[in-house]
């Protein structure tokens, strides 16, 4: 496939693609990103810990710890990195949970999931200028009924709980 770079952002980029597959021509625009970790916290009561963050256009929404891995990031460093900056809790251990892709047909991210444990709260928040967030503890049987009900939109969330529940047989 030969790719042209339209657009380069902070974040992400654009690019188009034109090639050749099964003898058809084919042209697609792609979202080039690097990826994110996000982490399912749960602190030493049980509960998950949520951010409660402003997400353009959408508003306020609540939604788990994640972030953008930073240029030749692995997922795992990322994941203690996004946790400790977004919660101000270090988790003792990561163990991963699943990894997808939100938009498979036009993006390029893959998001990382974690499960995040034995946290310990060690400093306030480190957000960057243009991040608006506060942290939110909720119950999984809570989260869960959230998520049913639509009250939660946000696929990370949706996955690695959902992925969690059905590994527990919570449901």
């Known amino acids: 496939m030969k790719k042209k770079k339209i657009y380069e952002g902070k974040i992400l980029g654009l690019s188009v693609y034109d090639g050749i ?14 990826g994110a970790a996000a982490m399912l916290a749960f602190d030493e009561d049980s509960k998950v810990i949520l951010v409660k963050q402003h997400r353009f256009p959408h508003g306020f929404v609540l939604e788990i ?13 990322c994941a203690f990195r996004e946790l400790e900056e977004e919660t101000g809790y270090r988790a003792k251990k990561m163990t991963p949970l699943i990894t997808y892709y939100p938009s498979i047909g036009y993006n390029t991210e893959a998001i990382h999931c974690f499960v995040a444990t034995g946290l310990k709260k060690i400093a306030d928040l480190s957000l960057d200028e243009d991040e608006i967030l506060s942290v939110v503890k909720i119950s999984m049987k809570r ?27 919570l449901f």
């Not at 710890?65 to 460093?77: C, I, M, N």
């Not at 009250?151 to 992925?163: E, G, M």
């Open 65 to 77: 710890p994640a972030g953008t891995l930073e240029k030749g990031e692995e997922p795992l460093k």
């Open 21 to 34: 597959i099964e003898g058809r021509k084919v042209k697609r625009e792609m979202i080039e990103h690097r």
């Open 143 to 169: 989260l869960i009924g959230m998520i049913k009900s639509g009250k939660i939109q946000d696929s990370k969330t949706i996955c690695a709980v959902l992925t969690y529940a059905a590994k527990k047989k």
